[in-house]
């Protein structure tokens, strides 16, 4: 079993940035590939940002690229989301996501290949 702590929401001004983290325990984060996703009230998730176990694959939804960064510490079992130029379309809870037996340069981008979740980081970004 893998437990996912979320952290590093809050809120912040239109232009602001800030930096998620996802801290796993339970076991090693290095062969696991994450992601990060986020819920706006009335919505369904969606994807947001992915990487590898390796650390070499990383994908974006087009609404974050070029503003947010995923990366990975897998000494720390953390994961990061910084993301700058928040606008308020960026207001969401943001959930860190691991997916398990995975090969090492894959990422995912769908909510149905996660097998564990955090609980979830309000991020707010006000005008």
């Known amino acids: 079993q893998v437990q996912l702590v979320d952290s590093g929401g809050g809120l912040v001004q239109a232009g602001g940035s800030l930096r998620l983290s996802c801290v796993a325990s339970?076991?090693?984060?290095?062969?696991?590939?994450m992601g990060w996703f986020r819920q706006a009230p009335g919505k369904e998730r969606e994807f947001v940002a992915a990487?590898?176990?390796?650390?070499?694959?990383?994908s974006y939804a087009d609404s974050v690229k070029g503003r947010f960064t995923i990366s990975r510490d897998n000494a720390k079992n953390t994961v990061y989301l910084q993301m700058n130029s928040l606008s308020p379309e960026d207001t969401a809870a943001y959930y860190c996501?691991?997916?398990?037996?995975?090969?090492?340069?894959?990422?995912?981008?769908?909510?149905?290949?996660?097998?564990?979740w955090g609980q979830g980081t309000q991020v707010t970004v006000s005008s």
């Open positions: 339970g076991r090693t984060l290095s062969r696991l590939a």
């Open positions: 996501a691991a997916k398990s037996n995975t090969a090492s340069g894959i990422t995912h981008t769908y909510t149905a290949s996660y097998n564990y």
């Open positions: 990487i590898s176990w390796g650390g070499t694959g990383t």
